[in-house]
Structures are given as C-alpha cells and as structure tokens.
C-alpha cells in the first residue's frame, strides 16, 4: 500500500509509533529500547514507508492515545481502524477486545465464549498476540484465568502490561516470578 505513513509520539509509557492509510490506524507499536527500533518495529509490521506528519484524524487518536496513557479514562472504540488483510477470526477478537472500558479487564476465555466456546481460548490468546493496533485494540485489559497477566508480546513482556493496566487502575491477580520483565 503506497497511501501508508506512520509517525512516532510520545506518551507516558515512551515513545510509540502509530501508522495509517486513508482507510484508518493499521498499526500502533508500543516504545522499544531506541526511537530506532521503534521505527524498525512499526516498519516492521507494515513496511518500508515514509515517516509523515500525522493528518487531523491521526492527530486526534494520538493526542487520545497519549491521554489514556496519561491515566484518563479516554474511550478510543470510534477510532477508525483499517484491518485489511487480518483474518476474520482475529478481527473478531479485536472487536470484542475494543468493548473493555478503561481499568476493567475480560479473559481469554470470556472473549473465546463471545466468539464461539472457551475452547477457543488459545486462539484468543495467538490473535491477541497478532494485534496490530496495541492500546486503541486494548490487548493489555485481557488476562488470563483467574485474573492473572498471562503472556504480553511488547516489549517488556508481562511488566509492560501490568504497568499499563496500573496506568489504568485495573485490578490484577499477579505474583511476580522470575520469568516477569521489569
């Protein structure tokens, strides 16, 4: 897709990168280490492309972006997302996962029953892993059974996610062990 930009902004949890076409955000990527390797990360998920201004839309989700990560309770569903190419299934997901307010949590298995059985849990589980819209697709507020974290793929794994939801005010049933990055 030749239309595609992204751009990189600033938030409470780092610097982030966001990326669009005039269809809507195709991805949004959480801080790596560097600025570098966020750039690397974004163009990673959606291609070599150019590094723009954002357009007033994408203005308006990053300034909202930065806002629920500042601890707002900012609701980011009406932010137009562009899925093109992401199986049915995982959009599916993406759906259900849009639908968790700000500092409440659903698990793997509550959105596999939405979608068909708890059997689907693992499948959940692999799409969420897949999200290409981090945050505005609040990846963060899914948990695994029993309230506890489960697996986070950004960087800093389940730290990450805990600090998010933290940001957030959500509850979560966590006892760190040594397999958990700070």
Not at 50 to 75: C, F, M, S, W
């Amino acid at each position: 897709m030749t239309d595609q930009k992204f751009a990189l902004f600033d938030t409470a949890v780092g610097r982030c990168a966001i990326a669009w076409s005039e269809r809507g955000i195709n991805a949004v990527r959480l801080p790596m280490p560097t600025e570098e390797k966020t750039r690397m990360r974004i163009r990673q998920s959606v291609g070599d492309i150019a590094e723009a201004p954002p357009p007033a839309n994408v203005q308006a989700a990053i300034a909202r972006i930065v806002e629920l990560l500042d601890g707002k309770p900012v609701d980011l569903t009406d932010i137009e997302l562009d899925l093109d190419g992401v199986p049915e299934f995982d959009r599916g997901v993406y759906e259900v996962a849009r639908t968790i307010p700000p500092g409440k949590t659903m698990t793997y298995g509550d959105i596999a029953k939405r979608l068909g059985g708890v059997e689907l849990s693992r499948d959940v589980g692999q799409a969420l892993g897949h999200n290409p819209c981090a945050i505005v697709v609040p990846c963060h507020r899914v948990l695994a059974a029993g309230g506890k974290p489960g697996g986070f793929s950004a960087n800093g794994g389940v730290g990450t996610k805990l600090k998010m939801l933290a940001i957030e005010g959500a509850a979560v049933n966590h006892t760190p062990n040594l397999f958990d990055q700070a």
